[in-house]
Nanobody
Framework: QVRLVESGGGSVQAGGSLTLSCAASYTSGYPSEKDCMAWFRQAPGKGREGVAFRHADGSTKYIDSGKGRFTISKDNARNTLILQLDSLKPEDTGMYFC??????????????????WGRGSQVTVST
């Protein structure tokens, strides 16, 4: 079993920063070299979109609108995935979900490719 728990969301003004964390715990199905962890977000009335991805090989990818503003990293000692959000814009508002795929040759943006999900953490950016 894999459990993902997000924290760190909140409300900020445009231009501000937030740090999201995703604590992963495993009772089985431990990550391997084919593991991808990602952050998705979902705005009201919209579908879930991939924001940032990190493969077990250390490679990272970002949504175009997040390049230069978002940074994904992983604290392996604590099994925690981190998303640093800087220069936030109102359009970044949404529920942010942590997700994991344990059978990923590379990270892909389709939500259906991820087997495990957290419950989400709300990010609200005001003007």
């Amino acid at each position: 079993q894999v459990r993902l728990v997000e924290s760190g969301g909140g409300s900020v003004q445009a231009g501000g920063s937030l740090t999201l964390s995703c604590a992963a715990s495993y009772t089985s199905g431990y990550p391997s070299e084919k593991d991808c962890m990602a952050w998705f977000r979902q705005a009201p009335g919209k579908g879930r979109e991939g924001v940032a991805f990190r493969h077990a090989d250390g490679s990272t990818k970002y949504i175009d609108s997040g390049k230069g503003r978002f940074t994904i990293s992983k604290d392996n000692a604590r099994n925690t995935l981190i998303l640093q959000l800087d220069s936030l814009k109102p359009e970044d508002t949404g529920m942010y979900f942590c997700a994991e795929s344990q059978d990923a040759k590379w990270c892909v943006p389709q939500p259906a490719a991820y087997e495990f999900w957290g419950r989400g953490s709300q990010v609200t950016v005001s003007t």
